[in-house]
């Protein structure tokens, strides 16, 4: 079961207008050509704020037409986005990591024969084969990126190149993460702040992965710093990694 990474809602008067707001405009589409409804984002996760939106998606049967205005509305002042789709088609089609993780964080409100829970437990979960090669490829290319290519960098003399390695190589560290707690990866936006709430985690994470994000001057004694700090999660990990995919990271490597 993917885990759910809520947020404390900063306006929590807002949150439950927009709650009931959510509400009042599915409540109508409780009819027999609705297959069941779904709430996603700031709603369920609990970070409604002014500069958030009512996410609602909306299943329905072949043929069906709901009669909606339009894609994006506004409700008491707050805009309702509605998701459409036609059941049989997201059956059949097939669904990328972004919409998965997005469902998991969701909350069903209408289901009355259960078909939507059945499709989001056959589309949403991380397979065995995904996660498998999120702990290989996330091992490998996050030392590729901030451990050999900052290097590379230096000795081409071009210092701004070497630290912007560490983007990319963040994001590689970020899958391994979630794929060693079997979870879906989040946006890049959510990242971050979803990973500090994770079960298996580098000692200190908060800690260390602040040391590697700050950056005090374009230099090539910050670049080392910066990559101590993060080589020091990496080793931490590698034994992991290599334990849940039976491989040492020299045959890892050669894989990815």
Same mark, same amino acid.
């Given at each position: 079961?993917?885990?759910?990474?809520?947020?404390?809602?900063?306006?929590? !008067?807002? /949150? &439950?207008?927009?709650? %009931?707001?959510?509400? =009042?405009?599915?409540?109508?589409?409780?009819? $027999?050509?609705?297959?069941?409804?779904?709430?996603?984002?700031?709603?369920?996760?609990?970070?409604?704020?002014?500069?958030?939106?009512?996410?609602?998606?909306?299943?329905?049967?072949?043929?069906?037409?709901?009669?909606?205005?339009?894609?994006?509305?506004?409700?008491?002042?707050?805009?309702?986005?509605?998701?459409? !789709?036609? /059941? &049989?088609?997201?059956? %059949?089609?097939?669904? =990328?990591?972004?919409?998965?993780?997005?469902? $998991?964080?969701?909350?069903?409100?209408?289901?009355?024969?259960?078909?939507?829970?059945?499709?989001?437990?056959?589309?949403?979960?991380?397979?065995?084969?995904?996660?498998?090669?999120?702990?290989?490829?996330?091992?490998?290319?996050?030392?590729?990126?901030?451990?050999?290519?900052?290097?590379?960098?230096?000795?081409?003399?071009? /210092?701004?190149?070497?630290?912007?390695?560490?983007?990319?190589?963040?994001?590689?560290?970020?899958?391994?993460?979630?794929?060693?707690?079997?979870?879906?990866?989040?946006?890049?936006?959510?990242?971050?702040?979803?990973?500090?709430?994770?079960e298996r985690l580098p000692e200190r994470f908060r800690e260390r992965t602040e040391e590697v994000l700050v950056l005090h001057a374009l230099t090539e004694q910050e670049l080392?710093?910066?990559?101590?700090?993060?080589?020091?999660?990496?080793?931490?990990?590698?034994?992991?990694?290599?334990?849940?995919?039976?491989?040492?990271?020299?045959?890892?490597?050669?894989?990815?």
């Amino acid at each position: 079961m993917n885990p759910t990474f809520s947020i404390r809602s900063s306006d929590p !008067a807002l /949150l &439950e207008k927009a709650i %009931r707001v959510a509400d =009042d405009f599915a409540a109508p589409f409780h009819r $027999a050509e609705v297959a069941g409804i779904v709430y996603l984002g700031a709603i369920v996760r609990g970070y409604y704020d002014p500069e958030a939106d009512i996410d609602i998606a909306i299943f329905t049967r072949s043929g069906a037409q709901l009669g909606l205005p339009g894609q994006f509305l506004r409700v008491e002042g707050l805009e309702v986005h509605v998701h459409t !789709a036609d /059941l &049989e088609q997201e059956a %059949r089609g097939e669904w =990328d990591m972004p919409k998965r993780w997005t469902f $998991a964080q969701g909350r069903i409100e209408y289901d009355p024969q259960g078909e939507v829970a059945r499709l989001l437990a056959e589309k949403v979960p991380l397979r065995p084969d995904e996660r498998r090669w999120l702990l290989m490829s996330g091992l490998a290319l996050s030392e590729w990126y901030i451990h050999r290519l900052t290097h590379l960098w230096v000795q081409r003399g071009d /210092l701004v190149s070497a630290h912007d390695m560490f983007a990319p190589g963040l994001k590689c560290f970020f899958d391994l993460l979630f794929a060693l707690n079997g979870a879906l990866v989040p946006d890049v936006k959510w990242r971050y702040y979803c990973a500090q709430q994770l079960e298996r985690l580098p000692e200190r994470f908060r800690e260390r992965t602040e040391e590697v994000l700050v950056l005090h001057a374009l230099t090539e004694q910050e670049l080392e710093r910066r990559e101590a700090a993060f080589m020091g999660m990496w080793r931490e990990l590698c034994p992991l990694v290599e334990a849940e995919v039976g491989l040492s990271f020299e045959k890892i490597n050669e894989l990815v």
